[in-house]
Structures are given as C-alpha cells and as structure tokens.
C-alpha cells in the first residue's frame, strides 16, 4: 500500500474531481490518495464520485480553510 | 453476450431517463459527462458565501448515483476551445454552439466507446426539443459529423427515428423505446414518476453558460478588447464573478459583491493587478488590461463608488500590482450619473 498527496487547491469543482479520478487511475487498489481541496463542494462531490466508483472515503478534514479527503482505492471489478 | 452502452450525462432528466429505458432491457451502462469550463454544475455556488449555506451537488454525480452507474468525467477545456470560436453550424441565441457541442461530444464519446470495447451510444435528445441541435433535421447531421452513424441510440425518441443497429441487431427492442418529440415535458415528467424518480433537476434554457446573455455579453467584450477569440479557463471562470465594469477599451474592472466573491478574487491578486478600499469596508477589484494614472484615478473612484464610503468625500484604496507592491491612492467615489451604463457588462 502507498500513500499519496494530491494538491488540488484553487480548482472549482467538477475539477478536482476529475484530478481525482484521473490519478486514482493510475493507483493500485488499496493505496491510499489525500486530496487537498479549496472548494467546499469538494465536500459533495468526491465522496459522491467514490460512492460510484467503489472507492472508500476514510478521513475529511477541515484545516485553514483548506479540506482534506484521504481517500482508499478500491479493487478493480 | 451483455451489450454494453455508453452514455451522455448532462445532470438533466432527460439523459436520466434514456439509461433507465435501456438499463431495463438488460443492457450495461457507464455515464460519461464532459467540462468543457462553461458548465452550470458548481463554480458559483462555490465562490458566492450567501449560496454555500446550501449545499449545491453535482446533478451529473447525483444522476449517476440514482442510476447505479459509473461517472467517467472528461476535461474536454482546451479541445472545447475550437467549437467555441469557430462553430460550422454558428451560434444559437446567445454564444451557445449548440449542434457543433453536440457533434463533439458525441465524437469524444464515440472515441471512448472505441476505447472502452462498449457498443454504442446513448443520449436523452428528444426531436424537436430544443430549437437547433435537437430537430429532424440536425440529428442526422450530429450522427453523420461525429462519425457515430447509426450506433446513436436516442431511446426516448427512437421511434420517430429509423431504427438504428442495436435495434435492428436486437440488442435492444425497439417496441420498449419511445416516440417523445416536441417541447413538452410531460411525458417525461410521467415517466420520470413510473421509474419513481423524484427531486431531478430541470435545467432552464441550456446545459451552459453559454446559453446565458449576460453571460455571452462578457465574452463577446472579451474577445472584442483582446482582439481576437482567446480565453484561458481563468478568465472564463472570472466572467462568472463580480461586476465588470469596462470604463476604456484598454481595461475593465472585476469588482466583487460580497465576501465570497472578494475571497475569490483575492486568489488571483498575484495575476491581476487590483484595488481594495482601505479607510472603509469595501470590495476588491481586479484590473485586466492596462491604464495610465489618469485611467488608474478612474478606476479607483468607481471602486470607491461601491465600498461603504461611497457618500464619503474622500475614500483611500490600496492599489497593489502582480508583484505585491502596493501604494495608496486618495479618490472622491465617482457619483453615481457619472458611472455610465454602458460601462458595466
Ligand atoms: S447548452 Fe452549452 S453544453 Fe449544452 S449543447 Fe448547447 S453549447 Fe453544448
């Protein structure tokens, strides 16, 4: 398992989103990816995008303003 | 063999509906919707503070979800470019591209369907919707321009069409689809009920900001003062936020209207030069384009105009440029019969 730090800060949404899902396309199940967010609706939208595509939201946290998601890949179908 | 299709995702009922329809058959469905930087979904919500009370969600998330689907989302930002400036089929009421977007998303969909080894493709086009890119005589053109043919399947409207090759190969039954056509929402609407489906949004107008007239109004400016058709995803993004006024044709002023806004702008403080008043509370400014000090004076007078000081003799503003050198500027706030009309986008 390997544990990486994506920094979305300034992108609006569906941005991070899409970076989001654009690097977890390149992780091995069971990795580990922290996505540091400025916009709220990162809130919404990325636990949203995993709940679609099977992977796991484990942490949200909220630091300066800043909003981190660490999120588990999940296993390929 | 399961017959897999792809389908575009707008957020809107209609592209809901059409994957329900064939979901029903049997067939298995990804979604995949495209940013091209003008969407409605997010942006505003996340920059003005009176709306983030309100959780705003991503329709074509939300959409996804109901369905049981997987959500392919694709920057399509840069290549988007290309239909904006230079549309074959023109624009539609305001700087909306309708049937060239069409043609090219269905073109990108078709790329990933070929990539993906799916079948064909799936949209919630209804004929005689929307007044150019959904009639009975452009659908043929998106089918032909985007090289899809006849492996389009528009289920709600299938009937009114010739039958493509997933309902001639029998993949899916054509007897199941649907003779939609017009401006009418109520078929839709009643069938939204028989899959149960509640709390869907209903999209005014376009998908885009680029249906918006206030909206286009503030790119046409744009690209009259750069003089040529450019945009960066950062001013595209800035023509949502704040007023804009253009005093010269040599510079216009972003002058935000409330915190968030302010908040937002401030982030783009190192790329523009700016403005914010000092001795009363008041917004922040951007200035794109250039001035000389006469313009500069100007400029800090209509800024002062819309801080608190605006019946204040006099106000104080810190201009600072794109290098964080500041300096002070004392203004009379321009009163209100000299801010022309024409000024403000
Ligand atoms: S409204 Fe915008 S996104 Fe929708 S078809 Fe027209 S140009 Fe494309």
Redesign the interface.
Known sequence: MSRYVLDCRRLLCPMPVIRVQDRIAELEPGDELEAVCTDPGVLQDIPAWCRINAHEVLEVREENDEYILRIRVGEEE | MQRKAVALISGGLDSMLAVKVVQEQGIHVEGINF?TGF?V???T???RKKD?KK????N???V??QLG???????IVEEYKEVVFNPKYGYGANLNPCLDCKIFMVKKAREWMEAHGFDFIITGEVVGQRPKSQRRDTMPVVQRDSGIGDLLLRPLCAKNLPPTLPEREGWVDREKLYDFSGRTRKPQMALARRFGFEDYAQPAGGCCFLTDEQYSVKLQDLWQARGDKQYEMDDI?LLKVGRHIRPSPEFKLIVSREEGEGKFLQ?YRNQYPSLKTVSHAGPLALIDGTMDEEQLELAARIVARYSQGKNAPEVELEYRDTGGASRTLKVAPLPPHELKKEWVL
């Open positions: 940013f969407c979904e997010g942006h919500h996340a920059i983030r959780p705003k969600r991503n074509a998330l939300w996804a979800e689907i997987k959500l392919h989302i694709i920057d993004m982030g």
